[in-house]
């Protein structure tokens, strides 16, 4: 399902490239300074933005990658504490937790899936940018 979500993104990724394009044409047509500017802004930031999503988009492939391949050894973090109702680790819960496999991580400098774990459960903590460094990082070590 999600893939389907991932081809709908590059698919309106294109058509926006391709509009931006298309009013980029229309702006220099005009010739105005403040038109052809606008031109130059679209043909500029437009792949700029592009660039970005399909940075996203290789980041979400490779980290469910990695997350399959660890599921599939049994390696996945449990869920060893009660979950509030939005699958979030309990904010009491989640230092120790987290304490706990950064710990593992540092261990094992070299374990992609140390690193991985240590990124869900940050991730379940709500810590969404040091998750995804953690798991940007296991992404980096896995490819070794």
Do not use: N
């Not at 052809?36 to 399909?54: K, N």
């Amino acid at each position: 399902m999600s893939r389907i979500g991932v081809g709908l993104m590059a698919g309106a990724l294109l058509v926006y490239l391709a509009v931006c394009v298309w009013l980029a044409v229309m702006f220099f047509a005009v010739g105005t300074p403040i038109s052809i500017g606008m031109g130059i802004a679209l043909i500029v930031l437009a792949p700029i933005g592009g660039w970005a999503l399909l940075r996203e988009m290789q980041f979400g492939f490779a980290a469910d990658r990695l997350g399959r391949e660890l599921d599939a050894e049994g390696g996945m973090p449990e869920a060893e504490t009660e979950l509030t109702p939005s699958g979030r680790i309990a904010r009491s819960d989640a230092d120790p937790l987290i304490a706990r496999y950064a710990e593992d991580s540092a261990a094992s400098p070299d374990d992609w899936r140390a690193r991985y774990r240590l990124g869900v459960v940050q991730d379940a903590a709500g810590r969404r940018k040091d998750a995804r460094a953690s798991i940007r990082e296991a992404i980096r070590l896995s490819r070794r």
